[in-house]
């Protein structure tokens, strides 16, 4: 069992970066995959990106060159840094993990432990 906790969102302006972090119980969490979606109000949850132990960080299309996702396997913690951000990147963000590597991490299914959230919120 791995439990998930975010922290780091808040309102930031357009152009404005934050980091969120997501600490991570349990011994194993290097071996894990980690991911992060977000979801805007009315709209379905979104991959972000995610990095696992072999695989290069990947991150969707609207986020490259913007968004870095890193870990510190000492720390359990893995940490997605929001820079240049716009408001069209505002939403609840969600921290992911699954033991291994995930061949389909677009997919909210494919994920078996979920944080609780954290707001992110863009200003104009």
């Known amino acids: 069992q791995v439990q998930l906790a975010e922290s780091g969102g808040g309102l930031v302006q357009a152009g404005g970066s934050l980091r969120l972090s997501c600490a991570a119980s349990g011994r194993t969490f290097s071996t894990y995959s980690m991911g992060w979606f977000r979801q805007a109000p009315g709209k379905e949850r979104e991959f972000v990106g995610r990095i696992s132990r072999s695989v290069i960080p990947d991150y969707t299309d609207s986020v490259k060159g913007r968004f870095t996702i890193s870990r510190d396997n000492a720390k359990n913690t893995v940490y997605l840094q929001m820079n240049s951000l716009k408001p069209e990147d505002a939403a609840i963000y969600y921290c992911?993990?699954?033991?291994?590597?995930?061949?389909?991490?677009?997919?909210?299914?494919?994920?078996?432990?979920w944080g609780q959230g954290t707001q992110v919120t863009v200003s104009s």
């Open positions: 992911a993990a699954r033991a291994g590597v995930i061949a389909s991490a677009v997919s909210p299914t494919a994920w078996d432990y």
